[in-house]
């Protein structure tokens, strides 16, 4: 049976005396209104969170120009901005993160038969449905981290095939495609200085993917956009994680790769004519949850950081574990030695009216204390009071490729 998406009809499928408060399928929009949207009580995906009314305001605000001729002040103006905050020479602005990564190896790649090397749990080894073979003509080098965290310098000279290593019938690693944060870990800036120096002198150019690259920087502990982007050949920024954008992400670098990244968009249909609407909702939703500057100035992605660890700390204050350290908006639980399957936290979730995609707890701006409240009943239920876990066996949840 396919999965039922969370909507009204789900409070039919649930078992009895469940919260059904949660999320709606909207039938009227719900700018700036988390608790309509159900956002405030999705702990799946930071990308669940819903656009503000100050976006709406700036979507009006917008040139309606056409952005396939580049004529669209709204979408250049942003374009101009972020790169020049990255220190970058150009940008790129297209319409998801997935698009933006394919575009950026494309572009570095220029459809050689060349190796990817990215972690082996990265976003475009697994969630961008085969996109380099098809797209780039690349194939994957997945690599697990030897430090179970993040990849660093030393993997990457233990897993990188060099010309001056390899026979010629060996595919060469082109490209290192990074993930920053990696599943809520920051990637230290002198990991990845050291990992750009070695990839230089080697050939090999480095992608970083900025999917949550604001959760990096905000946590204090990653450097500043600028000082990121200058390891990178292209980087990444998504606005519809917990930004809270409706759409859209951006590719930095050179001017000359991001022509390229130009034209690889148009090929694919990633062109689009009035994208000031787009693009002045992205604008304004960096603004209002990060700043105008290369650092965090505004403290909303932080405040998420703190939940999360009063989250890790509720779960560990309980004798749970947890399977990665909690450095920005994430807490990952530990559900094995817990002794309890994924389904059964989801299913809690769902009876205490929060949704959750076992094993990673994600927090983001609009997550409401009602919410963190329900969230700690179900960690009483499933850890202190276990005669109280429910498991159904119905599939009320997407629980796969929530990223
Ligand atoms: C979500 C995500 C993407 C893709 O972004 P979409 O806008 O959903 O296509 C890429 N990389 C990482 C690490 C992500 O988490």
């Given at each position: 049976?396919?999965?039922?998406?969370?909507?009204?009809?789900?409070?039919?499928?649930?078992?009895?005396?469940?919260?059904?408060?949660?999320?709606?399928?909207?039938?009227?929009?719900?700018?700036?209104?988390?608790?309509?949207?159900?956002?405030?009580?999705?702990?799946?995906?930071?990308?669940?969170?819903?656009?503000?009314?100050?976006?709406?305001?700036?979507?009006?605000?917008?040139?309606?120009?056409?952005?396939?001729?580049?004529?669209?002040?709204?979408?250049?103006?942003?374009?101009?901005?972020?790169?020049?905050?990255?220190?970058?020479?150009?940008?790129?602005?297209?319409?998801?993160?997935?698009?933006?990564?394919?575009?950026?190896?494309?572009?570095?790649?220029?459809?050689?038969?060349?190796?990817?090397?990215?972690?082996?749990?990265?976003?475009?080894?697994?969630?961008?449905a085969g996109g380099l073979a098809h797209l780039s003509g690349a194939t994957v080098q997945p690599v697990h981290p030897s430090n179970?965290?993040?990849?660093?310098?030393?993997?990457?000279?233990?897993?990188?095939?060099?010309?001056?290593?390899?026979?010629?019938?060996?595919?060469?690693?082109?490209?290192?495609?990074?993930?920053?944060?990696?599943?809520?870990?920051?990637?230290?800036?002198?990991?990845?200085?050291?990992?750009?120096?070695?990839?230089?002198?080697?050939?090999?150019?480095?992608?970083?993917?900025?999917?949550?690259?604001?959760?990096?920087?905000?946590?204090?502990?990653?450097?500043?956009?600028?000082?990121?982007?200058?390891?990178?050949?292209?980087?990444?920024?998504?606005?519809?994680?917990?930004?809270?954008?409706?759409?859209?992400?951006?590719?930095?670098?050179?001017?000359?790769?991001?022509?390229?990244?130009?034209?690889?968009?148009?090929?694919?249909?990633?062109?689009?004519?009035?994208?000031?609407?787009?693009?002045?909702?992205?604008?304004?939703?960096?603004?209002?949850?990060?700043?105008?500057?290369?650092?965090?100035?505004?403290?909303?992605?932080?405040?998420?950081?703190?939940?999360?660890?009063?989250?890790?700390?509720?779960?560990?204050?309980?004798?749970?574990?947890?399977?990665?350290?909690?450095?920005?908006?994430?807490?990952?639980?530990?559900?094995?030695?817990?002794?309890?399957?994924?389904?059964?936290?989801?299913?809690?979730?769902?009876?205490?009216?929060?949704?959750?995609?076992?094993?990673?707890?994600?927090?983001?701006?609009?997550?409401?204390?009602?919410?963190?409240?329900?969230?700690?009943?179900?960690?009483?239920?499933?850890?202190?009071?276990?005669?109280?876990?429910?498991?159904?066996?119905?599939?009320?949840?997407?629980?796969?490729?929530?990223?």
């Open positions: 049976m396919a999965p039922t998406l969370p909507g009204r009809a789900w409070g039919t499928k649930l078992p009895p005396g469940s919260v059904t408060r949660a999320p709606a399928i909207l039938d009227r929009a719900s700018w700036g209104d988390p608790m309509h949207t159900g956002s405030a009580f999705d702990f799946r995906t930071d990308a669940i969170s819903t656009p503000s009314v100050g976006q709406l305001a700036a979507i009006s605000r917008a040139t309606l120009n056409d952005d396939v001729f580049g004529e669209d002040q709204t979408t250049t103006l942003f374009e101009r901005r972020l790169a020049d905050v990255c220190g970058q020479q150009a940008g790129a602005f297209v319409i998801s993160g997935t698009m933006a990564n394919q575009l950026a190896l494309g572009a570095l790649c220029q459809y050689a038969p060349y190796a990817v090397l990215a972690d082996a749990s990265a976003h475009v080894v697994n969630f961008e179970g965290i993040h990849l660093t310098v030393e993997d990457v000279k233990r897993h990188a095939r060099v010309a001056s290593d390899v026979p010629f019938e060996v595919c060469l690693t082109k490209i290192i495609s990074l993930e920053n944060t990696a599943h809520g870990n920051v990637i230290p800036l002198q990991d990845l200085r050291a990992i750009k120096d070695w990839a230089g002198k080697h050939g090999i150019m480095v992608h970083i993917d900025g999917a949550r690259i604001w959760e990096a920087v905000a946590s204090g502990a990653a450097g500043t956009l600028a000082e990121i982007a200058s390891c990178a050949d292209t980087m990444t920024l998504s606005f519809a994680k917990g930004i809270g954008a409706p759409i859209g992400a951006m590719v930095v670098g050179t001017a000359e790769v991001i022509r390229r990244v130009k034209r690889l968009r148009q090929s694919i249909g990633g062109g689009v004519r009035k994208a000031g609407l787009l693009a002045a909702a992205a604008h304004e939703a960096v603004l209002e949850n990060f700043g105008p500057g290369d650092v965090d100035s505004r403290g909303i992605l932080r405040a998420s950081h703190f939940m999360a660890e009063a989250v890790a700390t509720m779960w560990t204050t309980r004798g749970g574990k947890l399977t990665r350290p909690t450095e920005t908006n994430m807490a990952w639980l530990d559900l094995t030695s817990a002794r309890i399957s994924p389904k059964a936290l989801n299913d809690n979730g769902l009876l205490k009216g929060v949704l959750i995609a076992a094993p990673r707890i994600v927090l983001h701006h609009q997550i409401c204390p009602e919410a963190l409240a329900s969230l700690e009943q179900v960690f009483d239920n499933v850890l202190v009071d276990k005669d109280n876990v429910v498991e159904t066996s119905h599939h009320s949840l997407p629980s796969k490729g929530c990223v």
